[in-house]
Structures are given as structure tokens and as C-alpha cells.
């Protein structure tokens, strides 16, 4: 017997094919396999009542016919998948401890799944657009959101066999420059000589200057021309530009070292600059764009909110009053490079909730200026988010109010986890401890952040999120090493092949080896809606069920091939669960 990877997508392509022979049912049918309450079995089929009703045709009946139809084909062995037929309609397929097992055999280590998984991206090219903070500004804790999110969709897009490109699309190239010039050049400011903390002088320049032209307002007239002239290329004010744009990524190069973000391309704002006129000149010629008030913008009447008769109408503005580029204007040019240049069939944007609307309009006005021009249109994705609240459910702030820095968010995760790790294993060097809590504290933060539902706000909880129990980093780590000690123990490799098993037997063993078939399914949820909690939860029931197993079974029992049955699913939770951690960015430890 040959296992699938994912059997549920086996028994949905066999449903479908044996659908053909049943005479009331058509091509259109969907049958809707997915994991099953397990009281019913692994997987259940519940496409039929849907299908019925809409053919208005009896379910119950419908479910027969097919359940026959697949009985009478020799498509699933009945001996391997049990198949029964409940409720108004539902088909349920139960695997036997034999199917079970054999999985567990052929899908032996991480190159086995990603192989298995391969087939759900497969040679896809996708460019991710993260994590594209502004520059000049320090990183505050929002930022977090596009970094750790955006990693591990682009490692879990990887792993399924997509061709990923990341590219970091900074704000290079705001009006915040024109401000900042102006004030550097009124203090005489050499940016080669200033503080140790390069960026958070900036920003502060940035807020003096601001300050400056509410005071004085003719100052910012000053900003404004600074500001046309570096649009223009004028060499002393293009040379700052570059130093500061030179600061900034110094800064947020530093935080993705610490974060594990990797970032393949950084072409901001400023990229595209000489790419605008194309897209004036598409857009009008496809009769799409439209001047008004002297701006240039693209109306999407079929959609209310963006349409002319709307009660405060909001066009998707390409090109402001004075002629100048706006950030949608390098977002089309942005699309459009990315599908010329990178070939990407699709597109996915990470940025918080309050951009959706943008969004929204980039992607209607794309659809139609590509259809208009014969390009490709690639599948686009806006990965949005909620705020990061404090215990007072409002955005988390400092004491005194203000925003908290993300270098500060970052040590603090790690003094913490310190404290607790010492608590833990007083025993261990210094060092180890310092490392260990490392790992810990940047893991507790990056899981907080990933195993919320991610168009939910969330509470942010130091204790919760270091804690050794719940739905935490901590608790997973935790599960790895504790699994990795056994393996210490007994001085067996457990990534090496272990011979000499024997089948499944009690409950336990067999509700790990069900968990651990899950992988699939919840790799594939993940991916569907690009929600990383939905991994997140999943190891957290999976290393739940290991626990349940390894209090109810010895593993080291004296008879050989139930030990060696143990050990071996010792070794595949441990494999799962640091392939999890992994896709989320967070590093697995030996011991903590
Ligand atoms: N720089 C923007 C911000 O900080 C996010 C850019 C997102 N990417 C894009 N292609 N618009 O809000």
C-alpha cells in the first residue's frame, strides 16, 4: 500500500472521478472533503447537501448513490479507509491504524513533507511585499506585524513549492524629505557625525523640524521646494537623501538580523520614480483614468463606496493637483514591474487594516488596465491586520504614552525570557541561559503575534506569550527539547531510521499518528487564507497530543518493538513540531 501525503486530497480527486459515473450527479460537483469531527472518522465529504439543494434532488439519496458508486469502484480499499454515509448526506472516511502507520513510514523527515507539500504552490512565482516600512522612522512595535507575518507566509509559501521573491517596497520617497533636508541644512547637520543611534535622530529631526514650520510657517514653503528640487535630482540634496536612506536601512537591516527576516529586493518608492509616466500615459489611453480638479484618477463605479455618485466620493487618485506622483502611482508602477520583470503570477501585499481600501482600488484598476493592455493579471492578495492592544484595549503604548520602539520590544522580550529560563534551569552556564532566552523571548513574541487570528486585534500579554503552558512559543520549545532529552537519553539518532517497529496499538499512539497525519491539512488551511494561526493551532493540539501520549505510554519498555514503535513517534512529533516552528521563523532549541 502507497500512502498519499495528503490523503484528503486523494480521496477528494476519487470522489470527483467516481461523481462522473453517477447519473444525477454532474462535472460541477464539488465534493468538499476536509478533516472531520473525529467522531465520524478523518475526513468527511460534506459537498453533497449543497450540491443536492441546488440540483433539488434528495441528499440522502445523492450520498448513496455516490457511496455505492465508490463502494462498487475499487478506488479506496474498504479495508484502509472505512466509508460511511451520515446525517442529511455526509460522507465520512475513517483510516485504519495500517493506513495510519504506513504514513507514518514513508513520511519520515522535513524533506519527505516539504516533497508531500510541494504540490500545492508548485514552481509558482510569487513576489511577497514586505515587510516595506517607511523610511527614516524608527520601528516601532506595529512594525513587528510585517516582518514576522510576512516571513512566515513567504517560508510557508517556499516550503509548498513556490518560487518566492520578497521585496521590500520602503517609503523611500515621501514629503517627509523636504522637511527633514530643510532642517538638517538649517542646523548645519553632518549625518556622518551624528549620535550612536543614527535613525532615532533622524526622527527626532524630523519632529524639530515639523515643530519649526508650525511655528514658522513660511519654513514650509522652504521644505517644499527642498523637497522639488531632490524630485528633481539637484546632486547636494539627492547626496542626504541617500545618507538618510543609507541610516534607515543600516537600522532596519540590524532589526531583521534579530527578527530572522530575509529580504531578496528592496526597490521602494523612489524606484519607481522614472516609471510614472507610463502609467499617466496606460491609464488615460485605455480610457481608465480621467482628470479632475486637475489630479488624474480612476473611478470603480461598480463599487459604491468608489464610485462618482457615492456621497463622499473617493476616486483612486494617480496624480496629484501639481503634477506630482502619489503613492498609488508607484504601486501600479510597482504591479506592473513585478510582472514584467519577476514574471510574478501573483502578488501578495502585507500592511495593516487601515490600507484596504487602497488596496482594493489598486487591485480593480489593475484587473482592468491589464485586461485593456493584453498583460497577464496576476492573482493579488492584501494580507492585512489588526492593532496590537495593551491591557487597556487600546493601541499599546508606553507608560508615558508614546510608541514602544521595536529594538525596545526586543530586548525586553529577551530580559524576560531570561528571568524565566533562569527559573527554570538555574543549573546551566550563563551563556547557554542568555541564548537560550534569546531564542525564547524573540520565539514568544513572534507566536503572540502569529497564532492570533490576524484581522483581530490582540491583547499583548508578557505573561501569556512566556508562559510554559497554553498556545505559546514557550510550550512548543519546550515539547521539542523534551523530546530531544529522550533522544539524548537513550543515545539514538532521531533523525535516523528506526527499524524493527511494530503497527499501532493503543489509543494514545493512535491519536498522536492521526495528529500527526494532520500536517497536511492544516499546512493547506494555512496557505488557503494565508493565516499563520491556523499552523500555530495545530501544533499546539499536536504537541497536546504527544503529551497525552507520552503520560499514557512508556516509551522506554523493555519490549523492543513497542519501544521501537514509541521512539518512533517521539521522532516524527518532533520532526513536525520543528517543521512548524520553522515555517514560522522561530528557531527550535536543543534543550531549555
Ligand atoms: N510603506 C508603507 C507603509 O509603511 C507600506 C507599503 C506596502 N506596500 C505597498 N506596495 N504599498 O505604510
Not at 450 to 477: C, H, I, K
Request: glycine fraction near 6%.
Amino acid at each position: 500500500m502507497q500512502v498519499s501525503f495528503n490523503p484528503s486530497l486523494e480521496i477528494d480527486r476519487v470522489l470527483r472521478e467516481t461523481a462522473l459515473s453517477v447519473p444525477s450527479i454532474g462535472p460541477d460537483f464539488d465534493p468538499g472533503v476536509r478533516p472531520a469531527d473525529p467522531r465520524f472518522g478523518d475526513f468527511q465529504a460534506n459537498g453533497v447537501l449543497g450540491y443536492a439543494k441546488r440540483k433539488g434532488i434528495n441528499p440522502r439519496e445523492l450520498g448513496e448513490a455516490l457511496l455505492h458508486a465508490l463502494q462498487a469502484s475499487d478506488k479506496l480499499d474498504p479495508k484502509q479507509i472505512e466509508m460511511t454515509l451520515s446525517g442529511p448526506g455526509f460522507l465520512n472516511f475513517r483510516l485504519s491504524g495500517e493506513f495510519l502507520w504506513q504514513w507514518l513510514l514513508e513520511h519520515a523527515g522535513k524533506e519527505d513533507f516539504r516533497a508531500g507539500a510541494t504540490s500545492l504552490r508548485k514552481g509558482r512565482t510569487i513576489v511577497i511585499d514586505y515587510p516595506s516600512a517607511n523610511t527614516a522612522k524608527q520601528a516601532h512595535i506595529g512594525h513587528i506585524r510585517p516582518m514576522v507575518i510576512g516571513e512566515a507566509i513567504a517560508r510557508l509559501l517556499d516550503f509548498c513549492g513556490a518560487k518566492t521573491i520578497r521585496d521590500n517596497h520602503i517609503g523611500d520617497w515621501g514629503t517627509n524629505f523636504g522637511t527633514l533636508i530643510m532642517k538638517i541644512k538649517r542646523d548645519g547637520i553632518n549625518l556622518e557625525q551624528i549620535s550612536e543611534n543614527p535613525l532615532a535622530a533622524l526622527d527626532n529631526l524630523y519632529k524639530a523640524g515639523s515643530a519649526l514650520e508650525q511655528e514658522q510657517p513660511e519654513l514650509r514653503e522652504q521644505s517644499r521646494s527642498e523637497l522639488v528640487s531632490l524630485q528633481n535630482g539637484d546632486p547636494e540634496n539627492t547626496a542626504l537623501w541617500e545618507q538618510i536612506v543609507d541610516i534607515s536601512t543600516r537600522a532596519f537591516d540590524a532589526l531583521f538580523a534579530q527578527l530572522g527576516v530575509r529580504v531578496d529586493h528592496t526597490l521602494g518608492e523612489s524606484f519607481y520614480r522614472d516609471k510614472v509616466d507610463r502609467i499617466y500615459d496606460e491609464l488615460t489611453e485605455t480610457g481608465l483614468a480621467e482628470e479632475s480638479d486637475g489630479a488624474l484618477v480612476v473611478w470603480h463605479d461598480e463599487v459604491k463606496k468608489f464610485s462618482r455618485d457615492n456621497e463622499r466620493p473617493y476616486p483612486f487618485n494617480i496624480r496629484k493637483k501639481d503634477g506630482a506622483s502619489n503613492y498609488a502611482t508607484t504601486d501600479l508602477a510597482t504591479i506592473l514591474y513585478r510582472v514584467e520583470e519577476f514574471k510574478a503570477e501573483e502578488v501578495v501585499y502585507l500592511t495593516d487594516a487601515r490600507q484596504q481600501d487602497h488596496f482594493e482600488q489598486l487591485f480593480l484598476t489593475t484587473k482592468k488596465w491589464f485586461a485593456a493592455k493584453n498583460y497577464p493579471v496576476p492573482q493579488m492578495n492584501h494580507v492585512w491586520w489588526g492593532t496590537i492592544l495593551g491591557p487597556d484595549k487600546k493601541p499599546f503604548k508606553t507608560k508615558s504614552g508614546e510608541t514602544i520602539k521595536l529594538q525596545a520590544l526586543l530586548d525586553e522580550a529577551c530580559q524576560r525570557a531570561y528571568i524565566v529560563v533562569t527559573a527554570k534551569n538555574p543549573e546551566l552556564e550563563e551563556e547557554e541561559r542568555r541564548q537560550i532566552a534569546r531564542t525564547v523571548g524573540i520565539g514568544a513574541l513572534k507566536y503572540a503575534d502569529l497564532s492570533s487570528n490576524r484581522t483581530q486585534d490582540y491583547v499583548f500579554d508578557w505573561d501569556r506569550m512566556l508562559s510554559f503552558e497554553g498556545n505559546t512559543a514557550p510550550y512548543l520549545l519546550y515539547a521539542v527539547a523534551r523530546i530531544n532529552s529522550i533522544f539524548r537519553k537513550t543515545g539514538i539518532d532521531p533523525d535516523a531510521a528506526i527499524e524493527g517497529a511494530s503497527p499501532l496499538e493503543t489509543e494514545a499512539e493512535q491519536t498522536l499518528a492521526r495528529k500527526l497525519m494532520g500536517l497536511p491539512n492544516a499546512l493547506e488551511l494555512t496557505l488557503h487564507d494565508l493565516r499563520p494561526h491556523f499552523l500555530c493551532t495545530y501544533l499546539h493540539e499536536l504537541a497536546g497530543a504527544y503529551s497525552s501520549f507520552y503520560n499514557a505510554d512508556k516509551v522506554m519498555v523493555e519490549e523492543t518493538d513497542v519501544r521501537a514503535r514509541r521512539l518512533l513517534l517521539c521522532a516524527r512529533a518532533r520532526t513536525v513540531l520543528i517543521t512548524g516552528l520553522e515555517l514560522l521563523g522561530i528557531d527550535p532549541l536543543e534543550r531549555m
